[in-house]
């Protein structure tokens, strides 16, 4: 449900949905249109592999992830900060990983 959010949030924004259609594609700077262009077929692709189970989810999420967490990080000035999408990105993913640790241990016994 998180990436399928993103995702979402991230069509929004491209198409002038979210701060009053100032955020509009057309509007941003280049390296935003970049940017949500990038997670706008990410998330909505990793989110259908983490859904279908399959590894490549997992790998776009992650790649997704690092592609925001590194835009907020090195350009706050263009991007915004926004260390709580950050945290809640490591948090989820952390989440997933000791999920699959676990059931790898369980089919183990």
Do not use: C, K, N, T
């Amino acid at each position: 449900m998180f990436l399928l959010f993103l995702a979402l949030s991230s069509w929004a924004a491209l198409i002038g949905l979210s701060e009053g259609g100032s955020g509009r594609f057309d509007l941003v700077h280049a390296d935003v249109r970049f940017v949500e262009a990038v997670l706008s077929v990410l998330y909505p692709v990793a989110a259908a592999g983490l859904w279908f189970g399959v590894g490549w989810g997992f790998v776009l999420w992650v790649l997704g992830a690092a592609v925001q967490i590194g835009a907020h990080s090195a350009y706050p000035h263009i991007f915004g900060d926004a260390p709580g999408l950050a945290a809640l990105h490591i948090l989820l993913i952390g989440f997933y990983v000791s999920f699959w640790v676990y059931l790898a241990f369980i089919r183990q016994r």
